[in-house]
């Protein structure tokens, strides 16, 4: 919010509030977990920089990086190599350290499905990113995981959020 804020009213907001304690408290210890940037425009670049933090990971060790995150496969990247061998990476940026993740459900479903793509699935996590917000929100930093190759377990998932649809009720009538 202090962020948006600073933005609104031209001051300069060199770290956004999760970055650093408030005046007098005592430093928080670094989230375990995925938190989701309230701000579109940060979440947007947190997610940018770890994509081309990924994309220069496997260019750097000849793979051919496609980036395929907007056609909503359930991965971010597909990368090719010059023996034909696939890899479908699934990209994940955030500011804690990355201990766990949030993935949408296609996120989950294209690794259980491996077999039926022929690919290799890796899950790709740079965390601890740093933002700073003067004229433009920069990223730096990072610390990657690879999970190479990356199955998904049920007993590594946490139902958060469920998508409910409301019965049609005989004789009620819905408002």
Known sequence: MLSLLARLYGADAALLP???PAAGSPAR?????????SDPDV???IEQFAEDHAAVFFEE????VEHVGQYKLGY???????DGAILHVEVKGTRPLGEKVTLTANEVEHPRRAAECG????????????IT????ITCSGGRPTRLWPWTISDNDLIATEYSYTIPAASGS???
């Open 18 to 20: 999760d970055d650093r």
């Open 29 to 37: 210890p670094a989230s375990r977990e995925q938190s989701r940037a």
């Open 43 to 45: 979440r947007r670049a």
């Open 61 to 64: 060790r000849q793979w051919q």
């Open 76 to 82: 971010d990247l597909t990368c090719t190599n010059a």
């Open 119 to 130: 690919a290799e699935h890796i899950l790709y996590v740079l965390s601890q990113i740093t």
């Open 133 to 136: 917000d003067r004229d433009t």
């Open 173 to 175: 009538p819905r408002s």
